[in-house]
């Protein structure tokens, strides 16, 4: 749900008309970013906050009928295909969107280019989004994913090696934050069938760190521009208080506000 940050940025983005051809998201970066890629303004925010007033769709009783604290089946089946349907064509029409999931086999992160079928795009999504410990794993083909920001939750040497040397950066914490280990003992028994899983997850407060620190050295070099909340969030990964959300819907929105016509500029656009 810190996501909603995100929504607000990109509305901004497309209320200013900069569009880019090259997308990469992880988890609800990547969830937000759908609604971007296929132009439809407005569409993450109601997802995330209009469609919490009416369906709650975040409670332990999706354990017991899902083994999700989400209501997953809702968000990537009867949601984006019925309820706020996304617009499909235009988001192929858009230009390259990666998702980045994590292999639970390999404990590596896979980046899926662009999926050509609504069906593969929601499967793949819902895999970006399975957050770890609270959401069972996605198989595609024969593979179990899990979170792509348990492997690469800023995948900007991703895009970088893809070609793009301009490049945005949206985060949702502030200036100076620095995660803490969150792998705790019951890892390894949460997740004995995937030892190279464990070992990444207990490690991956240290890859997030690096690429924070990765992301701020080119941003005080000027080779990449951030969006990012000024203060620590006040909302919390499962926040379920739309309130709240609005608040920081808007606060993204605002943030990206101020570098709107500074991006234009950056990127060439």
């Given at each position: 749900?810190?996501?909603?940050?995100?929504s607000?940025?990109?509305?901004?983005?497309?209320?200013?008309?900069?569009y880019?051809?090259?997308?990469?998201?992880?988890?609800?970066?990547?969830?937000?970013?759908l609604?971007?890629?296929?132009?439809?303004?407005?569409?993450?925010r109601?997802?995330?906050?209009?469609?919490?007033?009416?369906?709650?769709?975040?409670?332990?009783?999706?354990?017991?009928?899902q083994?999700?604290?989400?209501?997953?089946?809702?968000?990537?089946g009867?949601?984006?295909?019925?309820?706020?349907?996304?617009?499909?064509?235009?988001?192929l029409?858009?230009?390259?969107f990666?998702?980045?999931?994590?292999?639970?086999?390999?404990?590596?992160?896979?980046y899926?280019?662009t999926?050509?079928?609504?069906?593969?795009?929601?499967?793949?999504?819902?895999?970006?989004?399975?957050?770890?410990?609270?959401?069972?794993?996605?198989?595609?083909?024969?593979?179990?994913?899990?979170?792509?920001?348990?492997?690469?939750?800023?995948?900007?040497?991703?895009?970088?090696?893809?070609?793009?040397?301009?490049?945005?950066v949206?985060?949702?914490?502030?200036?100076?934050y620095?995660?803490?280990?969150?792998?705790?003992?019951?890892?390894?028994?949460?997740?004995?069938?995937?030892?190279?899983?464990?070992?990444?997850?207990k490690?991956?407060?240290?890859?997030?760190?690096?690429s924070?620190?990765?992301v701020?050295?080119?941003?005080?070099q000027?080779?990449?521009?951030?969006?990012?909340?000024?203060?620590p969030?006040?909302?919390?990964?499962?926040?379920?208080?739309?309130?709240?959300?609005?608040d920081?819907?808007?606060?993204?929105?605002?943030?990206?506000?101020?570098l709107?016509?500074?991006?234009?500029g950056?990127?060439?656009?």
């Amino acid at each position: 749900m810190r996501g909603t940050f995100t929504s607000g940025a990109l509305d901004c983005l497309l209320d200013h008309k900069i569009y880019f051809p090259y997308v990469i998201g992880v988890s609800a970066g990547g969830s937000n970013g759908l609604s971007y890629a296929s132009r439809q303004r407005g569409r993450a925010r109601a997802c995330n906050i209009d469609e919490l007033r009416k369906r709650r769709y975040i409670g332990l009783r999706y354990l017991f009928t899902q083994r999700c604290i989400m209501d997953y089946d809702y968000l990537f089946g009867e949601l984006p295909r019925n309820v706020r349907p996304y617009d499909f064509a235009a988001y192929l029409a858009a230009g390259k969107f990666i998702l980045v999931a994590t292999n639970c086999l390999t404990g590596e992160p896979a980046y899926f280019d662009t999926p050509q079928t609504m069906d593969d795009l929601l499967s793949v999504c819902r895999a970006s989004c399975s957050i770890p410990y609270a959401s069972p794993a996605v198989r595609i083909g024969s593979v179990p994913y899990l979170d792509g920001g348990i492997s690469d939750a800023i995948p900007l040497r991703r895009a970088e090696s893809d070609g793009c040397d301009k490049n945005v950066v949206i985060l949702t914490r502030n200036a100076g934050y620095r995660k803490g280990n969150m792998a705790g003992p019951l890892t390894r028994i949460f997740y004995r069938r995937y030892p190279k899983l464990v070992e990444r997850l207990k490690k991956a407060h240290e890859d997030y760190n690096a690429s924070l620190e990765y992301v701020e050295n080119l941003e005080r070099q000027n080779k990449i521009i951030v969006i990012r909340p000024q203060e620590p969030l006040k909302v919390n990964r499962l926040e379920r208080d739309p309130t709240r959300l609005e608040d920081l819907y808007k606060q993204g929105y605002a943030e990206a506000e101020k570098l709107a016509e500074k991006i234009r500029g950056f990127c060439n656009l």
